[in-house]
């Protein structure tokens, strides 16, 4: 069985993710499926305090409402849309996220994005531990050592893990309408106090949505584990982009209202939910909702290092590297959550630009996943073009590193600009720059005489637009061989 053959298997409500990347990945996932995960990832209990990077940017005078509701829109829509591109491309193709790398940069060359994704997401999963540690004390008063709840929390993300279709199903039919009810009861309960209404500015304008948009953008490296399981295309674009869309605005609608209340005190946010009236309950149950996100960024570190290590156990790596994560949680320090989103933002914001140039340009043609992709240069260059931008208009706060970028800039005089985003800049730089040489991504080139299947390759295409007469089909090229 090939990687291509995931392709042809019919749809099924029972089957899991196989434990290998040369195993048939089922077409699980109905549209249902894709609004119930995707909306619970869109809010977060990281997303209520973000909400202060939007109202706070680095380096900026705080935004007024307008600006801080106008920033979280323009950067969620603008990050779901990427997002949404990349869950598509996935679903035609029926590959992981980073092995869709292969096409895009060269097989070897998808290794860097690789590891850079690896940190990410164990920093992801790091970071939602602790914060559903966190949130469990504040639920139970402390009852128990910190230590304690993050076990806890360590221990229900790797079960989630084991079955992780499963788990998305689940959420899908127990936890979203929770979700929902929670969500209105923190809403009703603060709108009974008067929202104090402060001054402000849009000069940080574009640095507030920077933050917004990397949010969504931070999952760009990891859809496709999810959207390669979808029953078509057109579900895993629409249930990514609308869903997830929607639910980071509440939630961070939600979280400003909070901040205000609280004088812009991320610390006093949790305590003002638990406060209110049923406030505990909902609270408990968005903590319980987290575990979703954890369980996620586990998940996909284990896929992602199937790229490198196809026939490796995703169950044995993902009981691994919980472990890791659960150990790793006690040491965080959350006043860096910032610079985190900044430091996300500046890799995968323009390789999201250079991946939707290529997707653009190969809706339906083949995308190559080989072990033996070649490398695609322009692609590379590009990306690392869409990162320069990126830190020069941006350069966040990471001591030294920080620092030089920020001469840079300045000497370019693009540094601290309120009209310029570091993150549509370098989007659009990287994406134009793609667009060129997006023709030669993800085809195969084969011996003069050959066909895709003679190595191992079969003729596939999107299950939806199969039905559909006349359409031109994609040719996927098997990755692994037996």
Do not use: K
């Amino acid at each position: 069985m090939t990687l291509t053959d995931t392709l042809h298997v019919a749809p099924s409500t029972t089957a899991e993710v196989p434990a290998t990347l040369v195993e048939p990945a089922p077409r699980a996932l109905g549209l249902l499926d894709q609004c119930g995960f995707w909306g619970n990832l869109g809010v977060s209990l990281l997303g209520f305090a973000g909400a202060m990077s939007v109202l706070t940017p680095v380096g900026a005078a705080p935004l007024s409402l307008g600006a801080s509701v106008t920033a979280v829109v323009t950067g969620t829509v603008l990050g779901s849309l990427a997002l949404a591109a990349s869950l598509a491309l996935g679903s035609r193709v029926g590959a992981p996220a980073m092995v869709l790398l292969r096409g895009l940069l060269g097989a070897r060359a998808s290794y860097l994005p690789t590891i850079l994704n690896l940190a990410q997401c164990l920093g992801w999963a790091v970071f939602e531990l602790v914060v559903i540690a966190g949130g469990l004390r504040a639920v139970t008063h402390r009852a128990l050592p910190h230590w304690v709840f993050v076990c806890l929390a360590g221990a229900v993300t790797i079960a989630l893990t084991i079955r992780p279709l499963g788990a998305i199903r689940i959420l899908r039919r127990y936890v979203s309408l929770l979700v929902i009810v929670a969500l209105l009861v923190l809403v009703v309960g603060m709108l009974r106090h008067p929202v104090p209404v402060t001054a402000g500015s849009w000069s940080g304008f574009w640095l507030g949505v920077d933050a917004a948009v990397a949010i969504p953008i931070s999952w760009v490296p990891l859809g496709a584990d999810y959207s390669r399981h979808a029953r078509s295309t057109r579900q895993a674009f629409a249930g990514g982009f609308l869903s997830f869309s929607a639910a980071q605005i509440i939630c961070m609608l939600v979280g400003m209202v909070a901040l205000a209340q609280v004088d812009r005190d991320p610390n006093g946010i949790f305590p003002l939910f638990l406060s209110l009236p049923l406030g505990t309950a909902a609270f408990a149950v968005l903590v319980v909702r987290e575990t979703d996100a954890s369980f996620a960024d586990v998940f996909s570190t284990a896929v992602s290092v199937q790229n490198l290590a196809p026939r490796w156990d995703r169950r044995i790596l993902s009981v691994g590297i919980g472990v890791l994560a659960t150990a790793l949680a006690a040491t965080l320090d959350i006043a860096q959550y910032t610079n985190f989103l900044y430091v996300i933002g500046g890799v995968f914001v323009p390789l999201s630009g250079v991946l939707v140039a290529a997707w653009w340009r190969h809706r339906d043609r083949s995308w190559d996943v080989s072990t033996d992709a070649p490398l695609r240069p322009a692609m590379l260059a590009a990306w690392a073009a869409g990162f320069v931008v990126y830190q020069v208009i941006n350069p966040g706060s990471i001591g030294v590193w920080s620092d030089l970028w920020r001469q840079l800039g300045d000497a370019a005089h693009v540094t601290g600009q309120p009209w310029l985003s570091a993150s549509l800049a370098s989007f659009l730089v990287a994406a134009l720059l793609a667009l060129p040489a997006a023709d030669r991504v993800g085809r195969r080139t084969l011996p003069r005489g050959d066909t895709a299947s003679d190595h191992d390759g079969t003729a596939a295409s999107d299950p939806e637009e199969d039905t559909v007469p006349g359409r031109n089909r994609g040719t996927v090229v098997d990755a692994e061989r037996r």
